[in-house]
């Protein structure tokens, strides 16, 4: 098992910045990689970014290309996204989670294996 604590959300106007962590405890050898996923009220969950555990690769939506960076500590077993230049529409539940394996599904939340518990992101207008 892998367990996941995010942390690092609140409440920003449009424009400002918000860093959210994400840390991974247990079994981490088994992380091929960590992705951010983020739910609005009366949404599906969507995926906003991804990153290999081990070469670094990332994939963004198009939503927050130029916008989002995701980075990550592999002694800490920590990943981050810095949010810059927010906008309403990023407010949600925004997920940490962790795909054991590899595949060409990164944006498909039914590809990751664990999760952690959400961390709200509120955007004001």
């Known amino acids: 098992q892998v367990q996941l604590v995010e942390s690092g959300g609140g409440l920003v106007q449009a424009g400002g910045s918000l860093r959210l962590s994400c840390a991974a405890s247990g079994r981490t050898f088994k992380i091929y990689a960590m992705g951010w996923f983020r739910q609005a009220p009366g949404k599906e969950r969507e995926f906003v970014t991804r990153?290999?555990?081990?070469?670094?690769?990332?994939y963004y939506a198009d939503s927050v290309k130029g916008r989002f960076t995701i980075s990550r500590n592999n002694a800490k077993n920590t990943v981050y996204l810095q949010m810059n230049n927010l906008k309403p529409e990023d407010t949600a539940v925004y997920y940490c989670a962790v795909d054991k394996d590899p595949g060409d599904k990164y944006y498909d939340s039914n590809e990751y294996d664990y999760w952690g518990q959400g961390t709200q992101v509120t955007v004001s207008s």
């Open positions: 990153i290999t555990w081990s070469a670094g690769n990332t």
